[in-house]
């Protein structure tokens, strides 16, 4: 009884957490499909490691690039799109 | 003489016109026609890192190690796409070559890649995003996480289906995988990632969870369980499980002129407990690290814009009864210099303290210096 009752009240905690988090996910900002190449970019890249300046690599670069990073960072396709628009737009 | 003259004449007009044809008419296309030339123009594309490492343990001489991973990509058409990743490296008084990863990638739809060969472990945040030289913020790895070994694996072989689908302005991720999954070492009572042939029919399969309420937040919930006895042996029916919890924040804050990067990782691994000499004991492992980064990016000084801090805790903690039963517990300073975007020097110094089975304790300490280049 008494292993089930620290289990509910983890698994109960839990779900409070998440539910919180996902509110205030879904209530604080933009839809991400609307926002722009740019602001993916940043938002993206910036969680792990430093942003690359779109002059580092050539338009045909960042295409096979975002496709790695597609992969690696679990970006959905329309998210990929935007952001190796806007880096050959600046390139 | 005028033959000759007319002759020289229509050669030098003709090189010429050929010549200014061949010419791009203006700048958009002299850069189209460069970069048809430039590495990566032909869908593929070959990048990496390396690094040079100096370390100076307590009361052993002093060590320069060095690295350099190359990755190879190759993008066929929009949705099939090949990724390789090869380390080759000095370290420990040999040298090495091996492979990291090698997998195919097909794109399903928008939401959903299916990917093949040997891939970076996607239970372990660390690995995964974490740990090339010119990312990971500190010379070394956490203990846990081991590169070469440690209580995650680093890598799988076999197959991962994998995506992250919007749902306003948060993001899930989810990916599911399958593969050798790790074998059972009856010395240490512990488990061998590094499995090229099978020791049973069972595959071992992983899920793993990632919640992005906000762009900065990352947190994710990973799965791993596998059978790890060898066939036909009284160890067969011997499985592993892990639990993993992952962190991650990374923002700019205006109010400190710089960027707060936090990350943190928690394993349990828990191995049955078959009762049978030597696997006699509760086999319950786990390991973890916090760390904290600040780099003063938005000041205007140009040398104090480029430092950053760190300091990380980590930990390893084996099964009281087990051969191999230390408690690991370590910490980490270090101040890092970046040179550009992808390259940075590191200092760093760690403090390592060993607690063995009758509770005494030993303390190591070593100072690394080490120079990555990502490029």
New interface residues.
Partial sequence: MKFIKKYMVNLILGLGFFAVLTIVGCASTTDIVDRSGAQLWGENCARCHNIRPPQSLTDAQWEIAGMHMRTRANLSGIVTRKIIEFLKTAN | MKNIRFILFSIITLIFCFASQSLPQDNTDLKSQI?KF????????V?GYALTNFIKPQNEPSQFETGFNP?F???ANDRL?F?AEIELEIEDGEQNITLEYAQI?Y?L???L?F?AGKFLNPANYFI???HPA??NKLPTMPMFVGHHGGMLAGQHLGFQL??????????I???FFMSMGPTLDLDDGFIDFKNYEDNNNNKGIGLKF??????????GYAFENATVGEENTQFENVSATTHVVDF?Y?K?IRGLKG?IDLKAQVVWLNIDNPNIAPLTFENNSNGGYAQIAFRPGNVDNDFFKNLEFVYRYDWTDKPDNAPENELMKRSTIGINY?LS??SLFKFAYENKDIVVPGGSTTNEHRFIGQIAFGF
Wanted: net charge negative; charged share 20%.
């Fill in positions: 970069q430039q590495s990566g123009s032909h869908q593929f594309m990048t990755i990509l190759y993008k796409f990724e990638l794109t739809n928008d939401y890649i990917g995964e995003r974490l010119w990312i994998r995506g992250g689908t919007p749902i306003k302005g948060s993001k991720e989810y990916v990632g919640f992005l309420p906000i762009p900065e937040l990352a947190i991650s990374a700019d960027t970046w975007s992808s």
